[in-house]
């Protein structure tokens, strides 16, 4: 006999079977007080539960663990950016002054022309026409240098800031801790969810609601693309 393969989430839309008496750490919300279950009820219930609580943990552990891992690879990153401006802090210093040290002798050249020019032109001496040319040329050079600094010692104008966009509120029936899903509390859940049961997963599944399955279904597609690009890296 072959046995037939688990539907996926999204057959979870169609509901299945009775709602669960609630998750140890992560409760379906009901309007009503729920019965209190005693004898073998009540030990398999918890046993249940308490393992979907574990693979929650397990899976907020490793979430946990992999953030720490980024926040590393982020913190050399950071390092490493900073000696690259530092480096080129450097190396933009000697050029600056070399900028600085040209508009100087520049203007002291500009002032001898324009005196230059300034007699021959009372003179009509032969020279004025070469002098006006050069005193052109100097002019020229001198608001050139000046542009140059300018450009160099204003600050890069910043990037504008891209909106953030609020996260949506999605309503579901699902509660951990008795608070609302937190984003991270999503991520945990589509890591977790083809570890559980089946049964497990048609109770999660009904807890949640349409806009709960629907936010979960995304997550692990999400999830799921970032697993095979980063595989299409590695190779």
Sequence with gaps: ATTAAAPSLP???LGAGPP???????????????PKATGAAAVEGEGGDADVDSLLREAQRLREQAEAEQEMLQAKKRLREAQEEEQQAQQTQQPLADLEQELV????KLEVAKTKLSRAEAFKLPEMEGLQKEVAALAARSEQLQTELQ?????PAAE?????TPTKRVRTNLKRD????TEADWEDLG????SMAWDKRVELGQ??????????SEVMKRQEEEKESKKNQDR
Aim: charged residues 30%.
């Design 105 to 108: 002798a520049t203007s002291e």
């Design 20 to 34: 669960s008496r609630g998750f140890v750490g992560i409760t379906a919300a009901s309007p009503g007080r729920l």
């Design 178 to 181: 008795g608070k609302e899903l």
């Design 160 to 164: 504008p800031s891209s909106p953030t």
């Design 151 to 155: 450009a160099k010692k204003e600050p």
């Design 11 to 13: 057959l979870l839309l």
């Design 207 to 216: 807890a949640l609601g349409p806009e709960g399955r629907e936010k979960l």
């Design 191 to 194: 890591r977790v969810f083809d």
